[in-house]
């Protein structure tokens, strides 16, 4: 294997290491059970072992060699995917397809804008806000729909923040809007991502990621959640306004070597809100350092449910700005309101 080729990925490898001790140790044991969702910090040392064992082959220069030739693998292989370790042509014509087609869409990470309008779902009213703690950040919303016709709200929080956490964004959106209009599982489209990201060296952190599907029909809401905050509903039906949490379902993209996203479903009725958001809304300070929290999201949300989707995020952003006191932001922050009309 070519020197640099190498280089390049030991140089990735070592980035990904220390994002994922880095968390392993600072991370605290609510965002620890938050971000790996059913799986345990087990998976964690079984992905970090994978990333160390590849460095090992590094230092060797061994890594990449064909188990079946025993010659090197191709370079564009390796850089997708560092534990590669059969040549592309021994692999069978079904491996073959499925590679090409998951290198196709690699091909499709590009820079693009947020959405700069929300969008016009039939019996949803949807109005999003979004403020990067630096001049670019990590947060990303998007609206996509489905190959089955259902409308997609996704929201995703890479690991850090600045220009960095914003390359990394562009990159998810890119993969997002190639595999989500070719899909019609949310779960689904949370497991392809990850196999994309885990072992791709261009990938060095981890990401939280909530997506759902809309049938604007029947009105039922499928989703997965990669180890994102869980969004809230506010059922409109309930005398109490009752809080229903959407918790994860599997560990944030990039985080443990194998993990699995449970889809679940919920059927929403007229005047239901359901609230998404990053961990940058929840955890902004107030003047005594205490976090936003999400008992007070939920207490504006619900003062504001007979509202439009737009005036409650004004409303959420309005109060946010009042309990910051002006002070900025520390981490990037999102919020999108959807509500059934």
């Known amino acids: 294997m070519e020197k640099p080729v190498l280089d390049n990925v030991q140089a990735s490898l070592r980035k990904k290491e220390e994002s994922l001790r880095q968390w392993m140790s600072e991370a605290s044991p609510d965002d620890k059970a938050l971000m790996l969702g059913s799986s345990s910090e087990a998976d964690v040392v079984s992905h970090l072992a994978v990333v160390d064992n590849s460095l090992e082959s590094c230092e060797s220069a061994s890594l990449g060699r064909c188990t079946v030739c025993h010659d090197f693998i191709e370079p564009g292989l390796l850089m997708v995917d560092y534990t590669a370790s059969v040549c592309l042509s021994h692999l069978s014509g079904e491996e073959a397809d499925r590679l090409e087609h998951e290198l196709e869409l690699a091909q499709t990470v590009q820079m693009a804008l947020l959405p700069s309008r929300s969008p016009d779902i039939p019996g949803l009213e949807v109005a999003a806000f979004s403020r990067p703690a630096q001049i670019v950040g990590g947060d990303y919303f998007d609206f996509i729909p489905f190959a089955s016709g259902d ?191």
Request: charged letters at 20%; proline letters at 3%; glycine letters at 8%.
């Open 151 to 341: 409308y997609g709200l996704l929201l995703g929080d890479v690991a850090g923040h600045g220009v960095s956490a914003s390359l990394h964004m562009a990159s998810l959106q890119g993969l997002s809007r190639a595999i989500v209009s070719t899909s019609r599982s949310p779960a689904e489209v949370l497991a392809q991502i990850h196999r994309l990201f885990i072992h791709n060296i261009r990938y060095t952190t981890f990401v939280t990621l909530f997506l759902a599907a809309f049938d604007a029909e029947t009105k039922n809401l499928a989703y997965a959640n990669a180890g994102h905050n869980p969004p809230l509903v506010l059922s409109a039906e309930s005398a109490s306004q009752t809080v229903r949490w959407l918790h994860p379902t599997g560990a944030a993209i990039g985080l443990v070597e194998e993990s699995k996203y449970e889809e679940r479903r919920l059927t929403l009725t007229r005047g239901d809100v359901v609230a998404l958001y990053t961990d940058g809304v929840v955890e902004a300070s107030g003047a005594s350092g205490e976090p936003y929290g999400a008992d007070r999201l939920v207490d504006v949300v619900r003062s504001l449910r007979k509202e439009s989707a737009q005036d409650i995020v004004r409303g959420v952003t309005r109060n946010l700005e009042d309990f910051v006191e002006g002070r900025p932001l520390a981490d990037d922050a999102t919020l999108v309101v959807a509500k059934v009309t």
